[in-house]
């Protein structure tokens, strides 16, 4: 598969995208999502991106109804695929930029597509961008207490090899926390507010009681 293209700058990004709704889905800039694509209209969305540049976005549900949206999402673009039994495909979304969602566009397609904007949030094209204000030590203290709370382990070759915002954004995704709560850690206006937010969320689960939760 090709390289991962880096965008420069929002102009270079699709004014509209194909949208893959699905609650409890966090994709944040510069990680990686693994996804199991069955629907049909969905293996339809991903064979039409393989056949183009690759690019789809993924966005929360807000409602049970499965078609109310956030208003934000994230770009993506698929850096793994492979097609398994039962007509599956395992994909890799590796996220670009947030968006705010805008109108929905008439299609012939299965698939939702929308206009979207990503000028609020640009800078999620600069890697890096924001590292300086995250309270580094501060965030392992809590993920050390959380593990211990809940009796997990982790490998800490890792996390002390993580740059800071892949350390934020990688324990954001992989936190067992509602939709909801996902949504606001994506909708974080900065990486040290991000930070913040998930160690209060990780500091409530553990006041809440016994430990109940688990990493994903």
């Avoid at 976005?57 to 673009?77: E, F, R």
């Avoid at 097609?83 to 670009?96: P, Q, Y």
């Avoid at 979207?116 to 890096?128: A, E, Q």
Wanted: glycine letters at 6%; one cysteine or more; a negative charge.
């Amino acid at each position: 598969m090709k390289s991962f293209k880096k965008y420069k700058n929002i102009e270079e990004l699709p004014p509209k995208v194909s949208v893959f709704p699905l609650p409890g889905a966090l994709l944040l800039p510069r990680t990686q999502l693994p996804l199991n694509i069955f629907e049909e209209r969905y293996l339809e969305m991903v064979d039409h991106a393989m056949s183009g540049d690759r690019l789809m976005a993924m966005i929360q549900t807000n409602k049970d109804d499965g078609n109310s949206l956030y208003s934000t999402g994230c770009l993506g673009k698929i850096t793994s695929y492979s097609e398994v039994a039962n007509k599956r495909m395992l994909i890799t979304l590796s996220g670009i930029c947030r968006f705010t969602i805008g109108t929905e566009l008439e299609v012939v397609t299965p698939y939702r597509q929308f206009q979207v904007d990503y000028t609020k949030y640009s800078s999620d094209l600069v890697k890096g961008h924001g590292e300086d204000g995250v309270k580094r030590d501060k965030l392992i203290d809590s993920l050390k207490k959380y593990l211990e709370h809940n009796n997990l382990t982790i490998d800490w070759d890792a996390i002390s090899n993580s740059s800071t915002e892949l350390l934020v954004n990688s324990l954001c995704i992989l936190s067992p926390y509602k939709s909801k709560e996902k949504q606001a850690l994506l909708e974080a206006e900065t990486l040290e507010k991000r930070s913040e937010m998930l160690i209060a969320m990780t500091e409530m689960s553990m006041s809440s009681g016994p430990g109940t939760e688990q990493i994903q």
